[in-house]
């Protein structure tokens, strides 16, 4: 028989407020086996874990309940507690009287049953425990980037000047992200490619970085320290050993029909191309549907006019498998698509554009030299309307669009606006604005000389329609401030559309079992207080692909992932988690279920030898790794015959706790 | 058929490397088919026709442990088979499978029900049966007394056989969900009550989970002192019920709807209803998927692919109501 000792918090008026404490401790007094059991202001503070230390040598406890807060916040406190007075750490169970009860609800007598029902459901759960003892793992002293932009660029460059090695896998044929499809940053506007593409080659020429581009992530398993990753490289079928990215290939090309990714898809490119001039790695890429000589089985005049013998029309996939102790997911974002917005005429005009698009057209190595021209006839624009909050801050019920900021466009809007009146002050230009968000260092004073110098047009309002007149782009908005309909015959109409997470993000969310919200942001593991962590162990986040945010935010948390990174990976052992399966020999059937749904590959079988009354003979039987089992339970709950058991979670603690409840 | 398929068996066991075959032999009744192992000096007893309705797959378990033996098996006999390979109940190559042909076997029961009193006999002509009795000899159609399974029927093809005997046929019929779909348009209440009421009619014989081939833990957590759940069920006749249900859970996505709960339990009650509603849940999930297909399967509800529904699905399709 257990001598169990019960804790009642307060967590000041947390608890107290909506919970009898001194009730719950009474009622604690008459179950079987709590031979001690009293109530505290804060549980968690040095007096109250003297209390626990105290009692526990007093009345020689076997084991303790705390009831306080989720065991997510003081587990480890009081497990640690119970250490110190010489108990192991497993004798310690919570009843998490705050999060599940005093917070949800308001009725002091309800909370305070519901409280006393939670303690006798750990102190039954209790009585089965048995003191367990946790082993170690080693930790892989490389860490695994996923996405190649300014967050992933910074996160490996951080982790690599601390010593450690890094892969930066990136999907694109090059690093750079979409910062480097930027013209110019707010709010100093300097040229976005000045600052990102040093940053690019400090990557590339870094020893302990290792870029492998034009590839992602096939598969992964293992856990926090020992992750083991399947990388596709695909067949880009250009030697990148071979090629000097001299781009006579790329000029030799006859095929000219496909779209120019990288200029957002707005003048065509080669079959074999560079994407941009300062691409790393700097080595071409074949795009084989549109490559005449995959189509048809001619051309091949790219291979004829490499003097590397670069080109290598064989080439496959090429599936690489890498340990890491750590990953950091930096898969960042794209612009939400447009053509479902079409009252903006997106469809229907090549002259309305995306921000994005826009910032192609404004930048030297686009697709118009930097020329600010209509696309549809490639005359210079006297009226330019730009759009905010396209598809951003929409209702939650709304059909299209989504209910966050994207945090971004006010600021690149006013950025956009003040470089068209910088360089054509004969262009007016209008901004149709919901209420300019400005919230950042030197933010508003840039927003404010948007308006005040270079007199940009800012209307409080939303655009109705835009429909198209003949050449003219005929803009339908409100006026709130005024009070009146507003007419702008326009050249060009920008959307600010919204930011949305890489469409690859939720697969990869769904292959590191790393929890999304519902707008496929990563989550943290805690909103404040470990916001660069993912919940799950070992998994980093870094950049948009967490949350909407700038350039210098991007980089401030992506060094602040790399730091958590190196706090990682500078361990030599990790502790294993105690709690882990293990399969009862005497009616394990060896099924192999179990081993289907062990996300950590910690299940394998064994023929050995089964004494039992009923069967003796040698028999089919699971085994766990215990160092690599991460105790989920999937196995015990998948297993027919109930087997396979979770140490710590065993299905007769856990049917305790519902006889409890439900007594 | 039956006389080719023993002229085969007396052949194939005269080499000595079985230990013998799994089949029927005539019962006590009529239409009682005793399932048993045969050796070549019992071959005689042997029997093969339209009531050996019983699935012999989940005898292979313990009859084929450590010899070699043959396995008469129906087509839809071949999913049990594959999916207890599949699950290491079975090692594949102990066991030399004669695919036995099959036209759908017929439910005595069904005869009775239809009135035909004092049955002394049957026999078979074409698709009509000759049913001899007290009152004098009667004829009625097959198609009218086939065995509920054999109206779901999979198909004609054994899905595993070494060699086969004999022509097959598929004799489903109409749309094999019609009764779930019924069950699943009722309101939670009238389900719950229809649900109580088949189920109060258990006398946990548990004939169904003996017969069940997906049903093959070496202890069942009902049995199992240690489990903590075996008491349970015996608590009142609530918990009684759930028995089935947990049964339905257990085998769900390893149920290959071969019908043998229902055929065996003396009760009538339709568990195989639960069972295919599960199926039936799992393929509009999941895509279809048909359990014991093949040796080695990844059944959907321990596999994944990043197609697979996200959890929100339940909500989306009005569950938690």
């Not at chain 1, 006839?377 to 900021?405: M, N, T, W």
């Not at chain 1, 919940?535 to 986040?541: E, K, Q």
């Not at chain 2, 093959?216 to 009684?240: Q, Y």
Request: glycine share 8%.
């Amino acid at each position: 028989m257990q001598k169990i000792g019960v804790f009642v918090c307060w967590c000041g008026s947390n608890i107290a407020a909506t919970v009898d404490v001194k009730a719950v401790a009474e009622a604690l007094k008459d179950e079987a086996g709590v031979v001690f059991s009293t109530d505290y202001q804060y549980m968690c503070s040095e007096n109250g874990q003297a209390m626990i230390r105290q009692a526990i040598k007093d009345y020689g406890l076997t084991g303790i309940v705390v009831c306080s807060c989720s065991p997510r916040m003081h587990e480890a406190t009081f497990r640690k507690t119970a250490v110190s007075a010489g108990l192991n750490p497993y004798m310690v169970e919570i009843a998490n009287i705050r999060e599940q009860c005093s917070w949800i609800h308001k009725d002091m007598a309800e909370g305070t049953e519901k409280a006393i029902v939670l303690a006798r459901a750990a102190v039954a759960k209790l009585h089965r425990n048995a003191p367990l003892t946790a082993g170690t793992s080693p930790v892989t002293k490389r860490a695994l980037v996923i996405g190649g932009g300014i967050a992933g660029i910074q996160t490996a460059l951080d982790v690599a000047d601390a010593g450690f090695e890094v892969d930066i896998v990136e999907k694109s044929p090059t690093i750079g992200g979409r910062m480097a499809q930027l013209d110019k940053t707010f709010p100093t506007l300097d040229c976005s490619a000045c600052i990102l593409t040093p940053k690019m080659v400090e990557a590339a020429q870094h020893e302990k970085i290792n870029i492998i581009s034009y590839a992602e992530l096939e598969s992964l398993s293992g856990f926090v320290g020992n992750f083991t990753a399947t990388i596709r490289k695909k067949a880009r079928y250009i030697d990148e050993d071979k090629c000097s990215g001299c781009g006579v290939c790329t000029e030799k090309c006859p095929s000219r029909k496909g779209l120019d990714d990288f200029n957002m898809r707005l003048n065509k490119r080669g079959a074999v191309y560079i994407p941009f001039a300062q691409a790393i790695p700097n080595v071409a890429v074949i795009d084989a549907d549109q490559c005449i000589h995959f189509r048809t089985g001619k051309c091949g005049l790219c291979q004829k006019n490499c003097s590397a013998g670069a080109i290598d029309f064989e080439q496959k996939d090429q599936l690489i498998e890498r340990q890491y102790g750590a990953i950091v997911v930096a898969t960042g974002f794209k612009p939400i698509d447009a053509s479902q917005f079409n009252e903006y005429a997106y469809n229907d005009s090549p002259d309305v554009v995306t921000s994005l698009e826009f910032e192609r057209i404004m930048n030297a190595a686009g697709p118009t030299k930097g020329q600010l021209v209509r696309p549809s006839d490639l005359e210079h624009p006297h009226e330019i309307v730009f759009i905010q909050c396209v598809g951003s801050r929409c209702s939650e019920d709304a059909e299209k669009g989504k209910p966050y900021c994207s945090k971004i466009c006010c600021m690149y809007t006013a950025k956009h606006a003040m470089l068209v009146r910088e360089k054509y002050p004969d262009v007016n230009v209008h901004v149709f604005y919901i209420d300019a968000r400005t919230p950042g260092k030197n933010f508003d004073e840039f927003y404010r000389r948007a308006v005040e110098q270079y007199g940009v047009d800012y209307i409080k309002g939303m655009v109705g329609k835009v429909s198209v007149e003949g050449k003219k782009l005929h803009v339908q908005g409100s006026d709130l401030l005024n009070g009146e309909q507003v007419h702008i015959n326009a050249d060009m109409v920008v959307l600010a559309t919204a930011i949305e997470p890489d469409p690859t993000a939720r697969s990869l969310g769904t292959m590191l079992t790393a929890s999304m919200d519902t707008n496929d942001f990563f989550t943290e593991a805690h909103p404040k207080l470990r916001p660069v962590e993912s919940p799950t162990a070992g998994v980093f986040l870094s950049g948009v692909a967490q949350g909407p945010k700038d350039i210098p935010e991007t980089v401030a948390q992506a060094g602040a992932a790399a730091a958590k990174v190196i706090g990682l990976l500078a361990k030599n052992e990790l502790t294993c988690n105690a709690c882990v399966a293990h399969a009862n020999e005497a009616v394990c059937n060896g099924c192999s279920q179990c081993e289907r749904v062990c996300p950590y590959g910690a299940i394998t079988y064994e023929d050995r030898e089964i004494r039992t009354p009923e069967f003796r003979g040698v028999r089919r039987i699971a085994t766990v790794n215990e160092a690599v089992c991460q105790g989920c339970g999937a196995c015990t709950v998948t297993c027919p015959s109930g087997a396979m058991d979770l140490k710590g979670f065993t299905n007769r603690q856990i049917m305790s706790e519902v006889d409890a409840i439900c007594r | 058929m039956q006389e080719m398929i023993v002229n085969r068996l007396r052949e194939l066991l005269a080499s000595g490397d079985y230990a013998g075959v799994i089949g029927w032999s005539k019962g006590e009744t009529p239409f009682d088919r005793t399932p048993g192992l045969f050796t070549e000096k019992d071959l005689d007893r042997l029997c093969y026709d339209s009531f050996c309705g019983s699935n012999l797959s989940k005898y292979l378990i313990a009859n084929a442990k450590d010899k070699k033996v043959i396995a008469l098996l129906k087509p839809c006999d071949c999913y049990s088979f594959n999916q207890m390979c599949t699950e290491h109940r079975i090692q594949r190559e102990n066991v030399y499978v004669i695919g036995v042909g099959c036209k759908g076997k017929i439910d005595g029961e069904k005869i009775r029900n239809g009135g035909i009193k004092g049955i002394t006999g049957v026999s078979e002509e074409g698709d009509l049966l000759k049913i001899e009795t007290l009152y004098g000899e009667k004829e009625i159609s097959r198609k009218d007394v086939l065995l509920d399974k054999c109206l779901s029927c999979k198909g004609k093809e054994h899905k595993c056989a070494d060699e086969v005997i004999g022509e097959s046929e598929d004799t489903s019929v109409g749309n094999k969900y019609e009764l779930v779909e019924k069950l699943d348009a009722m309101t939670p209440e009238e389900r719950f009550e229809f649900w109580r009421g088949e189920l109060s009619k258990c006398i946990r014989c548990n004939a169904c989970r003996n017969a069940c081939p997906a049903c093959s833990c070496i202890k069942c957590v009902f049995d199992n002192p240690k489990s903590g759940v075996e008491n349970k069920a015996a608590a009142d006749d609530f918990e009684e019920n759930l028995f089935h249900i947990i049964r339905a859970y257990h085998v769900a996505g390893r149920c290959t709807d071969c019908g043998e709960c229902s055929r065996a339990c003396p009760q009538g009650i339709p568990l195989h209803l639960l069972n295919r509603k599960i199926i039936k849940d799992i393929n509009e999930l999941y895509g279809d998927y048909q359990a014991g297909e093949e040796i080695g399967q990844r059944h959907p509800l321990t596999d994944f692919t990043f197609e697979d529904d996200e959890p929100s699905v339940v909500e989306r399709r009005g569950g938690g109501k």
